[in-house]
């Protein structure tokens, strides 16, 4: 169980979001064919923008805050706007309407490539990232090593990452996205995966950060890390809020829709 920050913590951080929508365009294929296709799927979450084009609304009319200690769990069926929601925290995506206002640093771990240049070296990627991150050269270098002991790449760290096996890869990718400690820190299931002899190890590392950080935001189908981690849960469904509240009241609503859902898919 990870528990929220129990020293004080600074003023001023928080997440607002206010009336968020997202949309995506749709170019695939004869503008009027995809129109008659997406007619008779009669969803309600394609729609023609102003500029005569077919989007995907994958989020709509998203509202909620969260202040420090708050741990979000974000739950919703495939393609319920999750991954979208964590993007547009992340600034990834703009919002088509609304806002979104982070106070604090942020760190994603999204996408364990995030960023990572394959050309470059281990210790280049490490170096470019502490910059952009704006950090002290300092600092720069206290990361450098965290990353080369947690890593165990060996002499692999100075050379460029195309040379990495793929679990190299995931190693670098995951001890730098992890070294940054943020106020913010927005989360994936895609970093609770990964081969059983690794993840042991990152286990504590991830907790460690999650302990840290002021905010979580958390999207997974693993109800067990929202039941463990979370404050609060967010139901996402076609985009939308189906209903927000603690991991007691959402996660019970939640499992009953999913077991009626599948019992209806089944019949
Ligand atoms: N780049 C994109 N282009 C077009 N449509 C997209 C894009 N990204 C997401 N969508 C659409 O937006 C909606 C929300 O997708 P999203 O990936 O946020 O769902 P999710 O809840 O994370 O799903 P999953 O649990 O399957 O990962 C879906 O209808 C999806 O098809």
Redesign the pocket.
């Known amino acids: 169980m990870i528990a929220a920050p129990s020293c004080p913590v600074p003023n001023g951080t928080g997440v607002e979001v206010s009336d968020l929508s997202v949309t995506?365009p749709?170019y695939h294929g004869s503008a009027r064919t995809l129109r008659r296709t997406l007619a008779k799927m009669r969803s309600t979450?394609f729609e023609q923008d102003q500029q005569q084009r077919m989007v995907?609304q994958?989020l709509r009319s998203i509202s909620f805050s969260l202040k420090p200690g708050d741990r979000l769990g974000l739950v919703?069926?495939?393609?319920?706007?999750?991954?979208?929601?964590l993007r547009a925290l992340a600034g990834i995506y703009e919002p088509v309407g609304g806002r979104v206002t982070i106070r604090g640093e942020i760190n994603a771990l999204l996408d364990t490539n995030l960023g990572m240049n394959l050309e470059l070296t281990g210790r280049e990627n490490i170096g470019l990232r502490g910059l952009h991150a704006g950090l002290s050269p300092r600092r720069i270098r206290d990361i450098e090593e965290d990353v080369q002991g947690f890593a165990e790449l060996g002499s692999f760290l100075d050379m460029p990452v195309r040379t990495y096996s793929s679990g190299m890869v995931i190693r670098l990718g995951f001890a730098l996205a992890t070294s940054i400690r943020p106020r913010v820190l927005l989360m994936d299931e895609w970093f609770l995966a990964g081969d059983a002899i690794f993840m042991n190890k990152a286990q504590d590392r991830l907790e460690n950060l999650v302990r840290q950080a002021e905010i979580l935001v958390i999207?997974t189908?693993l109800l067990k890390v929202v039941e463990s981690w979370c404050t609060r849960v967010i139901w996402?469904d076609h985009?939308m809020i189906r209903m927000q509240g603690t991991p007691e009241e959402v996660l019970p609503a939640y499992l009953a829709d999913e077991a009626t859902t599948a019992t209806e898919g089944a019949a």
């Open positions: 995506f749709l979450r995907v994958a919703g069926g495939n393609g319920a706007g999750k991954t979208t929601l999207s189908h996402l985009g």
